[in-house]
Nanobody, 124 residues
């Protein structure tokens, strides 16, 4: 079993920065790819970013490329999402997810474990 716990969400203003964290437990952290998805009110959940098991490969949604950075620290069993130059359209519940195996994916169905989510609200 895997437990994923997100933290770091909150209310910020447009242009501000925020860093989300995802603490993982229950399995060997550095053997699995991980990712972030988000779901805005009234919309479907969408891909944000993903990272390979050793961190050498990352993927980003076009809407966040150049503003968000995904990273991971194996020693801490933790993944991060640094969000800069935030926009009101970034407002959503952000979910941490883990995919068994080392290759990251942009597809939700590829992921095996999900956190409960953390709310991020960006005011204009």
């Amino acid at each position: 079993q895997v437990q994923l716990l997100e933290s770091g969400g909150g209310l910020v203003q447009a242009g501000d920065s925020l860093r989300l964290s995802c603490a993982a437990s229950g399995r060997t952290f550095n053997t699995h790819a991980m990712g972030w998805f988000r779901q805005a009110p009234g919309k479907e959940r969408e891909f944000v970013a993903a990272i390979s098991r050793n961190g050498d490969t990352t993927y980003y949604a076009e809407s966040v490329k150049g503003r968000f950075t995904i990273s991971r620290v194996s020693a801490k069993n933790t993944m991060y999402l640094q969000m800069n130059s935030m926009k009101p359209e970034d407002t959503a519940v952000y979910y941490c997810t883990l995919k068994l195996g080392g290759v990251p994916s942009k597809e939700q169905r590829s992921y095996d474990y999900w956190g409960q989510g953390t709310q991020v609200t960006v005011s204009s």
